[in-house]
Nanobody, 115 residues
Framework: QVQLVESGGGLVQPGGSLRLSCAAS????????MSWYRQAPGKERELVAT???????NYADSVKGRFTISRDNAKNTVWLQMDSLKPEDTAVYYC?????????WGQGAQVTVSS
């Protein structure tokens, strides 16, 4: 069974940092591109960052220079390091793998950036 489990969310002040983790199991992790998405209340789900099987990365313009995606295939884990957080980064963040029709999703991690 495929499982993606996010952790590391929380509440931080603007300018602060958080690191999200996604623990993957049930599939050959090293053979799939992994992504982080987010969805804010009342807004569409958006792609935040991707990391390929050969560790190439891509970022949404809104987070470029502030967020870093990484992975360790030996640990079946992908991270999202979030620095210089802004209130507009507040959202539920989801780990994603393109495994089935519609993809495979984690349960989500709440990130709240507020004073």
């Amino acid at each position: 069974q495929v499982q993606l489990v996010e952790s590391g969310g929380g509440l931080v002040q603007p300018g602060g940092s958080l690191r999200l983790s996604c623990a993957a199991s049930g599939f050959r992790f090293s053979m799939y591109e992994m992504s982080w998405y987010r969805q804010a209340p009342g807004k569409e789900r958006e792609l935040v960052a991707t990391i390929s099987t050969n560790i190439r990365t891509n970022y949404a313009d809104s987070v470029k220079g502030r967020f870093t995606i990484s992975r360790d295939n030996a640990k079946n884990t992908v991270w999202l390091q979030m620095d210089s957080l802004k209130p507009e980064d507040t959202a539920v963040y989801y780990c994603y793998a393109p495994l089935t029709l519609g993809g495979s999703w984690g349960q989500g991690a709440q990130v709240t950036v507020s004073s």
